[in-house]
Every structure is written in structure tokens, then in C-alpha cells.
């Protein structure tokens, strides 16, 4: 069982930062999961991929959208991701997702109640 959990999302004004972070527990987190991220879902839209990392390694993806100005990272002692949003826009608001799996393919297989990030023009 994996189990993920969000915080440090808010109200912010376009052009400030956020960080937000998630904490990952369960038995079997360092078997089942190889690849955590982060995905988004606003209103009306579908849920899209923002970033990803490898655990391990510690490569990195991103969405186009958020390339330059999101940056994902790790801290593998605690089991804990972040991801580090500046010069953020409105249309960044959104419900972000922490989310990780065996693999970047099947990276939603384990995902997170989700931390409301709302960008204000």
C-alpha cells in the first residue's frame, strides 16, 4: 500500500511563488513506486501531467507548459517530493496531484486526495 498526501497549496497573485509538498508512506512505497510526480486537474478540464522524477536516479520531466519556471525534487531519506512553482499565471490554478508508480507511463497508479493551488490575476 502506498499511501500520498499534499500540502502548501494557497491563493496567490500571477508572477509569486508556491511550494508544494508531498509525503509519501506505506509498506510497500519503496517496492511499487519507481517514478513520482505531479499532476494537475482545473475545473472543466482533464487531469494533465506537470512533472515527474525518477526516485532513484533523480532525472527529471516537465510539461512544456511549466518547463523553466517548475522545478520537482526529492528528499529520499524522508520520502518526501516538492515541487517549486514560480512566476506562476492564472492558468496554473488548479487541484495538483501528488502522484508516483512503477514506471513514468504508469505514474497515476498511486495519487493523492490533492492540495487547491489558485493563481489570481
Known amino acids: 500500500q502506498v499511501q500520498l498526501v499534499e500540502s502548501g497549496g494557497g491563493l496567490v497573485q500571477a508572477g509569486n511563488s508556491l511550494r508544494l509538498f508531498c509525503a509519501a508512506s506505506?509498506?510497500?512505497?519503496?517496492?511499487?513506486?519507481?517514478?513520482m510526480g505531479w499532476l494537475r486537474q482545473a475545473p472543466g478540464k482533464e487531469r494533465e501531467f506537470v512533472a515527474a522524477i525518477s526516485w532513484s536516479g533523480g532525472s527529471t520531466d516537465y510539461a512544456d507548459s511549466v518547463k523553466g519556471r517548475f522545478t520537482i525534487s526529492r528528499d529520499i531519506a524522508k520520502s518526501a517530493l516538492y515541487l517549486q512553482m514560480n512566476s506562476l499565471k492564472p492558468e496554473d490554478t488548479a487541484v495538483y496531484h501528488c502522484?508516483?508508480?512503477?514506471?513514468?507511463?504508469?505514474?497515476?497508479?498511486?495519487w493523492g486526495q490533492g492540495t487547491q493551488v489558485t493563481v489570481s490575476s
Open positions: 502522484a508516483g508508480g512503477p514506471s513514468r507511463a504508469t505514474i497515476s497508479t498511486y
Open positions: 506505506g509498506r510497500t512505497f519503496s517496492r511499487a513506486v519507481n517514478v
